[in-house]
């Protein structure tokens, strides 16, 4: 669709009146200059922009469009329900489902609330663990990113990592002294801490597996990975473990990452473990603004109006959001998962065939369908390695996939996100700009 307004127009005038012309930082291109293209359309794998260009989506609204853009079925579930009514502030069947949906799908999940956002879900679920616990402390990974939650912003991934900020102003020290940042996968680092203040800890909070200072697949070690070792590590010193699956979620695998170092899951033998409580957002909303955190019925119960925990929220289970995220998991049968993997492993084939044909370092890690690309030849463990990539190598390779009509995050730190319409002529187009992106990042 060819607008009279460019994107560059548009950028300006944002500029005048909304911070860095963006409402999410990343979205400024900040770290790799120019300007963003403002979207008008988006169908499947596609975006349109107001210039009238066409790109090949890899940011999925950063993982919600799982099924791709403007699924038949998802809008027409949500034309549906807006002719019911918008939102009505009290309780629709909608969110009964939804909830139902995820506690079926999910082990771990017993009780499930539903929020606008996953920043939300990570507040929420932290104040249900201090609650819990009777303690302050929370323990968090460097390069793990949980929202802009005020306790969980130092040493974060995503665009805290892109603009290198060590955390966020704003914060007060006492909130700041109550987070405990360690390195991910360090065993010995979360051993020592809980030697030392076990007794101060509420919780530790991770991404299942890191996603937002790129793809960092949790380590085993000894036949346990590192998820279980938290949970356990947690348990012994009466903390409890907060497993954030706000990207992961119904993406890495059907059952997110629990599905792939859960108890039962291929190649896991050993103890039964749960993390005790979970946060979701993205996948269950279908690109409406959703949220949801839940687990253990016993600590689910401490929320008002039964218990003593207060959380709520005007829009908390609106009916169009419901309806999106219903219509979505719908559509996310075994099938669709197929149809991920298989789109994941090819473009991921692709990718290091011509970034190895052109000479460029890097490192493709994997948590099940999901996936990034880090440009150094070393893998990557946690946030340190992720920094010592060359971002400009990659500020390089995504301006002429740009050019060539490929949208990636514009980030080094960020996953690749495919959808269901990720056909194999999409790929095919992908396929045929990564040559000279490849070219482009070897060009330093
Ligand atoms: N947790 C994780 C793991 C995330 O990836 C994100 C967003 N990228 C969030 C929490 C925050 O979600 P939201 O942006 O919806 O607040």
């Known amino acids: 669709m060819t607008g009279t307004i460019s994107s560059t127009d548009l950028f300006s005038r944002a500029q005048q009146v909304i911070p860095s012309g963006v409402n999410s930082p990343v979205r400024a291109f900040g770290s790799v200059g120019g300007t963003p293209p403002f979207l008008t359309s988006a169908k499947g794998a596609l975006l349109h922009d107001a210039d009238g260009n066409e790109y090949v989506d890899l940011v999925g609204s950063w993982g919600p469009m799982i099924l791709g853009h403007a699924h038949d079925a998802v809008v027409e579930a949500v034309r549906e329900a807006a002719g019911r009514g918008l939102s009505f502030g009290a309780p629709q069947p909608g969110e009964v489902s939804l909830a139902e949906e995820v506690v079926h799908r999910i082990r771990p999940v017993e009780q499930l609330r539903l929020v606008n956002s996953g920043t939300e879900a990570t507040m929420s679920a932290l104040r249900v663990a201090r609650a819990a616990t009777g303690r302050d ?80 697949t949790p380590p085993e070690q000894d036949g346990i990975g590192f998820n279980r070792f938290l949970s356990e590590t947690a348990h012994a010193a009466g903390a409890l473990l907060i497993s954030d699956e706000v990207l992961t979620g119904f993406r890495a695998s059907a059952e997110g990452y629990y599905g792939i170092d859960g108890p039962g899951a291929a190649g896991v033998t050993g103890a039964d473990w749960a993390p005790d409580l979970m946060t979701f957002g993205k996948v269950i909303g279908g690109g409406l603004p959703v949220g949801a955190f839940g687990g253990r019925e016993d600590l689910m119960g401490l929320l008002a109006p039964a218990g003593p925990v207060y959380q709520a929220g005007t829009l908390s289970g609106n009916p169009l959001a419901t309806a ?3 219509a979505t998991l719908a ?114």
């Open 324 to 326: 999106a995220g219903l």
């Open 137 to 216: 402390v929370i323990v968090k990974f460097a390069g793990c990113y949980h929202g802009h939650v005020d306790a969980l912003l130092a040493e974060a991934g995503s665009g805290v990592a892109t603009f290198a900020m060590p955390g966020s102003a704003g914060v007060t020290a006492a909130t700041a002294r109550d987070t405990v940042v360690l390195p991910y996968g360090d065993r010995a680092a979360v051993q020592a801490l809980f030697a030392e203040r076990g007794s101060e800890i509420a919780a530790i909070i991770t991404e299942a597996a890191p996603a937002n200072m790129g793809v960092v």
């Open 331 to 444: 559509g996310l049968d075994a099938a669709a998962y197929e149809i991920l993997g298989s789109a994941s492993r090819t473009l991921q084939q692709l990718v290091a065939d011509a970034l190895t044909t052109a000479g460029v370092p890097h490192t493709i890690q994997r948590a099940g369908t999901l996936f990034s690309v880090f440009f150094r030849e070393e893998p990557v463990l946690g946030y340190q390695d992720a920094k010592a990539q060359d971002t400009e190598a990659f500020t390089r390779f995504f301006h002429a996939m740009l050019e060539g009509g490929v949208y990636l995050p514009p980030s080094a730190f960020e996953a690749w996100f495919v959808s269901t319409a990720h056909t194999p002529e999409v790929l095919d187009r992908i396929a045929s700009v990564l040559p000279a992106a490849a070219a482009a990042a070897a060009r330093g």
